[in-house]
Nanobody
Framework: QLQFAESGGALVQPGESLRLSCATF??????IGWFRQAPGQDREEVSC????????FYDDSVKGRFTISRDNAKNMAYLQMNNLKPEDTGVYYC???????????????WGKGTVVIVSP
């Protein structure tokens, strides 16, 4: 099964911004989600966007700082991350829901992830 491909991770200082990109290679008919896994912790959902882009979800920890978007014509999804904090450190993954246009629940096509490190 074709996997998505994330990019844009980097080492940044607290308060800085990053934009992560997710190439979907045309397999983006359903909702797309961004997830992250911090060292020693389980993977958690950060944000989700519906097929149309009109419905979004954010974990409380990133509300007001992160913005998810998608460009279906370009087969891309993005996660704009502002005012980054050390607790945002982790490997960030994108994936698509197997059947839902609006929810991120049963995900597939996981990418290999991109590393974000937020450190002074």
């Amino acid at each position: 099964q074709l996997q998505f491909a994330e990019s844009g991770g980097a080492l940044v200082q607290p308060g800085e911004s990053l934009r992560l990109s997710c190439a979907t290679f045309g397999f983006s008919e359903n909702a797309i989600g961004w997830f992250r896994q911090a060292p020693g912790q389980d993977r958690e959902e950060v944000s989700c966007i519906s097929r149309s882009g009109r419905t979004t979800f954010y974990d409380d920890s990133v509300k007001g700082r992160f913005t998810i978007s998608r460009d279906n014509a370009k087969n891309m999804a993005y996660l704009q991350m502002n005012n980054l904090k050390p607790e945002d450190t982790g490997v960030y993954y994108c994936a698509t829901d197997a059947s839902s246009y609006s929810d991120c629940s049963i995900m597939e096509r996981w990418g290999k992830g991109t590393v974000v490190i937020v450190s002074p």
